[in-house]
C-alpha cells in the first residue's frame, strides 16, 4: 500500500470518526474505527476527542498487536483485530455506543425480523454477545462469536460493532442498526411484533446480495426489471 493511499485513509477515518458524533450514533470518545492495511490495520487512538483528531494520529497497528505512533491505539484494538483477522470478507470495522442499540444491548434483547431491513445484517436477526469487560480479550471471543455469518451485532451492556467493506458501508451499517433498534424499542411498548419467517428473509437477503453487485431486484413475483430507455 502507498503512503498516498495511507495517508488518504487516514483523512477518511477521521472524517468518519466526526460523522459517528455528527450523526448522533457516538458520544464523546466512546467509539472507534478501524482500516484494514497491507500487513495491519490502521485504529483511531484511545481517549482522544474525534473534534482534535488529525490524521497522524491515526495508529498502525500489525496482527501481532504492535503499534507505531506518538498515541496508543483504542482500548478496544484487540476486537478490531481479530475481527479483521478472521473476516477476509471485511475491511473495516466500527465500533459505537448508539442510544437505541445500547438499550437493547443492556437488556441482551437480540433484533428479530420484525422488519425485513434486519437482512442489511447477513441474517435472521442481530445477536447480542455476552456481556466482558472492554477491551479484555473475552470481549473479542464474544464479538467474533456473535458477528458469525453477520455483519453486525449488539455488545452486551456495551454498545454496537457494524463491518463493512469501506468506512461508509459501515458507518452506514452502524446508523441502520441504531435506526432498527430505535423501531424495535417503540415497537415494543405495543406488544411482541409479528416476525417474519426465515424463508422470507432467505428472499429479502438474496434481493439486497442482489442490489449490492449493482443489479436491480428481478425475483419472481417481487419486482418487474425496469428498462432504460434509449437517449
Same mark, same amino acid.
Given at each position: 500500500?502507498?503512503?498516498?493511499?495511507?495517508?488518504?485513509?487516514?483523512?477518511?477515518?477521521? =472524517? !468518519?470518526?466526526?460523522?459517528?458524533? %455528527?450523526?448522533?450514533?457516538? /458520544?464523546?470518545?466512546?467509539? *472507534?474505527?478501524?482500516?484494514?492495511? @497491507?500487513?495491519?490495520?490502521?485504529?483511531?487512538?484511545?481517549?482522544?476527542?474525534?473534534?482534535?483528531?488529525?490524521?497522524?494520529?491515526?495508529?498502525?497497528?500489525?496482527?501481532?498487536?504492535?503499534?507505531?505512533?506518538?498515541?496508543?491505539?483504542?482500548?478496544?484494538?484487540?476486537?478490531?483485530?481479530?475481527?479483521?483477522?478472521?473476516?477476509?470478507?471485511?475491511?473495516?470495522?466500527?465500533?459505537?455506543?448508539?442510544?437505541?442499540?445500547?438499550?437493547?444491548?443492556?437488556?441482551?434483547?437480540?433484533?428479530?425480523?420484525?422488519?425485513?431491513?434486519?437482512?442489511?445484517?447477513?441474517?435472521? =436477526? !442481530?445477536?447480542?454477545?455476552?456481556? %466482558?469487560?472492554?477491551?479484555? /480479550?473475552?470481549?473479542?471471543? *464474544?464479538?467474533?462469536?456473535?458477528? @458469525?455469518?453477520?455483519?453486525?451485532?449488539?455488545?452486551?451492556?456495551?454498545?454496537?460493532?457494524?463491518?463493512?467493506?469501506?468506512?461508509?458501508?459501515?458507518?452506514?451499517?452502524?446508523?441502520?442498526?441504531?435506526?432498527?433498534?430505535?423501531?424495535?424499542?417503540?415497537?415494543?411498548?405495543?406488544?411482541?411484533?409479528?416476525?417474519?419467517?426465515?424463508?422470507?428473509?432467505?428472499?429479502?437477503?438474496?434481493?439486497?446480495?442482489?442490489?449490492?453487485?449493482?443489479?436491480?431486484?428481478?425475483?419472481?413475483?417481487?419486482?418487474?426489471?425496469?428498462?432504460?430507455?434509449?437517449?
Amino acid at each position: 500500500m502507498s503512503e498516498l493511499t495511507n495517508r488518504d485513509l487516514r483523512h477518511e477515518m477521521v =472524517d !468518519i470518526a466526526r460523522k459517528m458524533n %455528527a450523526s448522533g450514533i457516538n /458520544q464523546g470518545t466512546a467509539g *472507534n474505527i478501524s482500516q484494514r492495511i @497491507e500487513n495491519g490495520f490502521l485504529i483511531t487512538p484511545s481517549s482522544l476527542p474525534y473534534d482534535r483528531m488529525e490524521a497522524g494520529d491515526i495508529v498502525e497497528m500489525d496482527f501481532d498487536g504492535g503499534y507505531a505512533g506518538q498515541l496508543r491505539p483504542s482500548s478496544e484494538w484487540r476486537f478490531h483485530r481479530d475481527i479483521l483477522k478472521h473476516r477476509p470478507d471485511i475491511d473495516v470495522v466500527l465500533h459505537c455506543h448508539s442510544i437505541y442499540a445500547t438499550t437493547l444491548a443492556v437488556h441482551y434483547k437480540p433484533i428479530p425480523a420484525f422488519h425485513y431491513m434486519i437482512g442489511v445484517a447477513g441474517g435472521y =436477526d !442481530i445477536r447480542v454477545a455476552d456481556y %466482558a469487560t472492554f477491551g479484555t /480479550q473475552q470481549l473479542s471471543d *464474544n464479538a467474533l462469536e456473535a458477528l @458469525e455469518g453477520r455483519l453486525a451485532c449488539l455488545l452486551g451492556q456495551h454498545g454496537q460493532i457494524a463491518l463493512g467493506k469501506t468506512m461508509e458501508s459501515a458507518l452506514a451499517l452502524g446508523r441502520e442498526v441504531e435506526t432498527l433498534s430505535r423501531l424495535y424499542v417503540q415497537a415494543l411498548t405495543l406488544g411482541d411484533p409479528p416476525i417474519l419467517s426465515n424463508e422470507e428473509m432467505d428472499r429479502v437477503i438474496e434481493q439486497m446480495r442482489k442490489m449490492s453487485y449493482g443489479q436491480m431486484p428481478d425475483a419472481d413475483g417481487i419486482n418487474d426489471v425496469p428498462k432504460k430507455r434509449d437517449s
